[in-house]
């Protein structure tokens, strides 16, 4: 297993694309904490199927949007586990409007989850990291931080702010080997592409050269990847689990 004796936090692991990551680290022998907002019974399920399959879980409520709260959290993880090898910020929403349309509300709490949320988990394992000379951050952005997409600028801005943060932080701990990478995941089904109306659904689709929305488990094995030592050499990347949309 190439992740025996990690410790792992997963951002928004009750749901979607953060459990199939959870279930992927502890599957290579990560213990995973398992972070969620408000689906307690979802993440404390996650804990249990990874716990059922001999793996090592446990769960903690926190929203990444909020300081103190994540400030907590990270001391409980360290002060509980003593380390921290992984950090994978997953947790995120969408307020979709057009801009004419787009309340100031609906820009913020997206941002505030999607980019600050990074910043706040990010700055606390970074400083756990430095001290053991060791970690690697993955953080979750998305085709439309890359291309735009209409409807989204709130969501877009928040995700192409992910990879110039993931880049920034990349070249500030590079000289300790702590490694920081981004995946941007296409359609993936999840309860997120769930809500598109069909229209939206189909034209997304129509955008994607392997004609079909990615699985929460193709993009858990990218970020499986660039968490592990397999990705030893491999910082500051943003990798496209996308098939083929944004090529
Ligand atoms: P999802 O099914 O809607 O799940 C979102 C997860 O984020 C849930 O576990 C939720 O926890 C958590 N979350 C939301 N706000 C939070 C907060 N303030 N603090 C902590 N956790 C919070 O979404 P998904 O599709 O799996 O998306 C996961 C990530 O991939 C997101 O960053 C998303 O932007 C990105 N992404 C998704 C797609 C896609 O097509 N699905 C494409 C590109 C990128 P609770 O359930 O407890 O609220």
């Not at 307020?95 to 997206?110: G, Q, R, T, W, Y």
């Not at 050269?209 to 050499?233: H, I, N, T, W």
């Amino acid at each position: 297993m190439k992740l025996e004796g990690k410790v792992a936090l997963v951002t928004g692991a009750s749901r979607g694309i953060g459990r199939a990551i959870a279930e992927e680290l502890a599957a290579e022998g990560a213990a995973v904490i398992i972070n969620y907002n408000g689906s307690r019974e979802a993440a404390e399920e996650v804990a249990a199927k990874i716990q059922e399959a001999g793996g090592k879980a446990s769960v903690i409520q926190c929203s990444v949007a909020d300081p103190e709260a994540v400030e907590a959290m990270m001391k409980q993880i360290v002060s509980e586990y003593k380390r921290l090898d992984i950090l994978v910020n997953n947790a995120g929403i969408t307020k979709d409007n057009l801009i004419l349309k787009m309340k100031e509300e609906e820009f913020e709490a997206v941002l505030d989850t999607n980019l600050k949320g990074v910043f706040h988990t990010s700055k606390h394992a970074a400083r756990q990291m430095l001290r053991q000379k060791a970690g690697s951050i993955v953080n979750i952005s998305s085709i439309s931080g890359v291309m735009g997409n209409a409807g989204q600028t709130n969501y877009a801005a928040s995700k192409a702010g992910v990879i110039g943060f993931t880049k920034s932080l990349a070249r500030e701990l590079a000289s300790r080997e702590i490694r920081v990478n981004a995946v941007a995941p296409g359609f993936i089904e999840t309860d997120m592409t769930e809500k598109l109306p069909e229209s939206a659904a189909e034209a997304g689709k129509s955008q994607v050269p392997f004609g079909r929305f990615g699985k929460a488990q193709e993009v858990a094995k990218a970020v499986c990847f660039l968490a592990s030592a397999d990705a030893s050499y491999i910082t500051g990347q943003v990798l496209h689990v996308d098939g083929g949309m944004g090529m």
